[in-house]
């Protein structure tokens, strides 16, 4: 018998291993738009529309996410625009993070950082709205996810008391060993997270495992969205 619970002790150990080294153990998400491959990224923004279109109607300012320098990115939220044309439902002022790269896509975008110069972006929101307009807010991913505590969304909504709506594109490691170099990272077991956005990485790197095995279509994009928060979305995109 004694031998009989030490095997049956050593499969529960081994089966936590397996599944924590698969599936991960982390914040939980909420699958919205299953991995897929496009063979543009604005048509999947225009999936994310079409799957978010009610939450979209009900959020009057949202907040865009984009990796830096990642021009399908840029891409996918110009497809979510070109999607959005419906009265009550359409944005009517689009502000541009100044930094970011490819800004040009958003013809008419007003160009204000929103970090380095939050007050100023707070009152171009505040007063759009006062006149009953709709805003969206293109920013680095690290700005926009609600998952990352004292970030800029967070010191919106907390400080200024704004209700605000969140959808951050991210690309995501396709193999164990591109886990170890990806940014951000994930740090797992309560290690110092000098950056402050292993939360984000790791919801990254969890709903990227899913796809580890997937056989992928040369010169299309791989992509999935996962709902992380009430408010709070997250789209995977990489070009295959």
């Known amino acids: 018998m004694k031998y009989l619970y030490w095997v049956g002790a050593v499969a529960v150990v081994a089966l936590g291993v397996y599944f924590s ?114 805003v969206a807010a293109v920013v680095p991913n690290i700005y926009a996810s609600q998952l990352i505590e004292n970030n800029p969304v967070s010191k919106v909504k907390a400080d200024y008391k704004l209700d605000v709506t969140s959808l951050s594109v991210s690309n995501f490691p396709v193999t164990r060993a591109q886990e170890e170099v990806f940014e951000p990272k994930c740090i797992d077991g309560g290690a110092v997270d000098p950056a402050g956005t292993s939360s984000f990485g790791c919801m990254v790197r969890n709903n990227a495992r899913k796809t580890y095995r997937k056989k992928l279509e040369p010169n299309k994009y791989s992509t999935m969205m996962e709902q992380t928060g009430p408010k709070d979305y997250l789209i995977l995109l990489n070009r295959n």
Do not use: C, H
């Open 21 to 134: 080294m698969n599936f991960s153990v982390g914040p939980e998400s909420l699958p919205k738009i299953n991995f897929t491959q496009v063979s543009v990224p604005e048509e999947m923004g225009q999936q994310v529309f079409e799957k978010l279109r009610a939450e979209v109607k009900a959020a009057p300012i949202l907040i865009l996410g984009v990796t830096p320098n990642k021009i399908e990115d840029m891409e996918l939220w110009r497809g979510f625009f070109e999607a959005n044309q419906e009265q009550g439902s359409k944005y009517d002022v689009i502000i541009v993070e100044p930094m970011l790269p490819y800004v040009e896509l958003f013809n008419g975008g007003i160009y204000v950082p929103m970090k380095e110069d939050m007050p100023r972006f707070v009152d171009g929101i505040q007063k759009a709205r006062e006149k009953g307009l709709r």
